[in-house]
């Protein structure tokens, strides 16, 4: 995906429950799931919602919020790479 000029490249699953984050939308520098409205960090793949809402004395819940599976992107000569293990 491109948001701004740089390029994100994000597994299609979403780790909370399965949801297509492919079809996912951008918002505020993050990717949400259509789903649960779970959101990742563009650049990490970080938790950023709803591990900002959570305390993190709350051992059960922190195990749901796990990050979203990235992938390395790299342009070159307009041609967007990107790399799998």
Excluded at 35 to 61: C, E, I, K, Q, S
Aim: proline share 8%; aromatic share 12%.
């Amino acid at each position: 995906m491109n948001h701004e000029g740089r390029f994100y490249a994000f597994d299609a699953v979403c780790p909370h429950r399965g949801g297509p984050l492919d079809q996912g939308e951008i918002w505020r520098g993050t990717l949400e799931c259509p789903w649960h409205r779970h959101r990742y960090d563009l650049a990490t793949g970080a938790n950023v919602y709803p591990r900002n809402v959570y305390p993190d004395d709350l051992p059960d819940l922190q195990a749901e919020l796990h990050s979203a599976r990235t992938f390395p992107v790299k342009v070159q000569k307009e041609i967007v790479y990107v790399g799998f293990e």
